[in-house]
């Protein structure tokens, strides 16, 4: 099987790249660093010849509705079209658990591919996960108030990004299945405390400031509307444990 993995340097990619390799699979990384520009299709078509199923794990770093919708959209609409024109039988979007609830910020985006996905010309199969263990790294010293890091409240399980890695080969071997089920960690936390152990561990410094976010987004974050159901498969690698390996490659 030939799979080409949008966005296979990222958080997630990286990890459905080592996966799929292990496993024998045949892989193509479609990243700027590979001559493949996600955002106008450049690069796309050829990169695609004999692609089986296309793996989309392309992110961005903002918090804005407009701005997510604009990457999303463009990405997902260059891929399924270069996809039809290729001949691949399979899309899987990676999406976020709550981004149908709480369509706001980031999530406003994810709805969006969402929605272009489950209408496009690709037999396809969507994988909503939760935050990744590393999303308390991503927004320590995001936000800074003098010396104080900010941090919205908000509740989340945490899932490592290796297990969603694996969990989208699984779904490329399989074939479509639209909805995936769900993917959560084993816990649920509060988001500043996650970042004051991640903040602990690297030798981080500044008091960690929670602070609720207004509007339907912070009021999503905070009742647990993006929080996995009971249905959710649950990852096993617990935040601790995570922190346990950065605190041990620093000290190598």
Do not use: C
Request: hydrophobic share 45%; no cysteine; aromatic share 6%.
């Amino acid at each position: 099987m030939k799979i080409a993995v949008a966005g296979g340097t990222g958080t997630v990619g990286q990890y459905v790249v080592d996966a799929a390799r292990r496993r024998g699979q045949d892989v193509v990384v479609l990243a700027r660093s590979t001559g493949v520009d996600l955002t106008t299709g450049a690069g796309l078509a050829p990169a695609l010849t004999g692609v089986d199923v296309v793996v989309d794990a392309a992110s961005t770093g903002t918090q804005s509705a407009k701005v997510s919708r604009e990457f999303f959209g463009g990405v997902t609409a260059n891929l399924l079209a270069a996809e039809r024109a290729a001949g691949v039988t399979h899309h899987i979007a990676l999406s976020i658990v709550g981004s149908d609830r709480a369509p706001y910020g980031y999530y406003a985006g994810k709805a969006l591919q969402e929605q272009l996905v489950t209408a496009g010309p690709v037999p396809w199969t969507i994988l909503r996960a939760t935050q990744f263990h590393e999303f308390a790294q991503q927004i320590y010293g995001q936000f800074k108030l003098g010396p104080l890091n900010l941090v919205p409240t908000m509740f989340s399980q945490p899932v490592a990004a290796r297990e969603v890695g694996e969990r989208l080969v699984d779904l490329a071997e399989a074939g479509p299945e639209g909805m995936a089920t769900d993917l959560a960690g084993p816990e649920e936390l509060r988001m500043a405390d996650m970042v004051r152990a991640y903040a602990e561990a690297t030798g981080g410094r500044g008091p960690i400031v929670e602070i609720p976010l207004p509007g339907g987004f912070g009021k999503a974050l905070r009742d647990g509307t993006i929080l996995a159901a009971p249905t959710a498969d649950r990852g096993s690698q617990t935040f601790a444990e995570w922190i346990g390996e950065l605190r041990r490659s620093a000290s190598a």
